[in-house]
Nanobody
Framework: QVQLVESGGGLVEPGGSLRLSCAAS????????IAWFRQAPGKEREGVSCISSSDGNTYYTRGMRDRFTVSRDSAKNTVYLQVNNLKPEDTARYYC??????????????????????????WGQGTQVTVSS
C-alpha cells in the first residue's frame, strides 16, 4: 500500500521560501505520477505541480512555474516542492498524491499532470504553509 508523508511546512514571512518534502513508500513495480496540490480554507483544491517517477519530467499548472519547483530524489523515494517568494495567497495546506501510470503511461501522465482531469488514488496528510508578516 502506497503511503505518502509530507513535511516542511510552517510559518514564513512574505517573500520567504520553503522546501516541502513528500516521502513515499509502498510502491510496487511500475511508474507513478506524483503531484502536489494545495487547498486553502473555503477554497477549491488546486494542482500545483507533477513529476514522473520514470523520467523525472515535471509539469506545472498555470501560474506556478515561476515560483514553484518540483524535484525528486529517487534513492530516498522523496519528492520535493521548492516554493520561493511566498505570498499570503499561498497560504494553504499542501498535499502530495500518487497514481500508478500502468502500461499506458503516456496517456495516463497526460491526463494526470497536463490536463489534470484524472484522480490520484493515494494521498498524504498534508503540511500547512502559512505566509504572514
Amino acid at each position: 500500500q502506497v503511503q505518502l508523508v509530507e513535511s516542511g511546512g510552517g510559518l514564513v514571512e512574505p517573500g520567504g521560501s520553503l522546501r516541502l518534502s513528500c516521502a513515499a513508500s509502498g510502491f510496487t513495480d511500475g511508474d507513478y505520477a506524483i503531484a502536489w496540490f494545495r487547498q486553502a480554507p473555503g477554497k477549491e483544491r488546486e494542482g500545483v505541480s507533477c513529476i514522473s517517477s520514470s523520467d523525472g519530467n515535471t509539469y506545472y499548472t498555470r501560474g506556478m512555474r515561476d515560483r514553484f519547483t518540483v524535484s525528486r530524489d529517487s534513492a530516498k523515494n522523496t519528492v520535493y516542492l521548492q516554493v520561493n517568494n511566498l505570498k499570503p495567497e499561498d497560504t494553504a495546506r499542501y498535499y502530495c498524491a500518487a497514481e500508478p501510470l500502468g502500461q499506458k503511461a503516456v496517456s495516463r501522465l497526460f491526463r494526470l499532470c497536463v490536463i489534470w482531469d484524472a484522480e490520484f488514488s493515494s494521498w498524504g496528510q498534508g503540511t500547512q504553509v502559512t505566509v504572514s508578516s
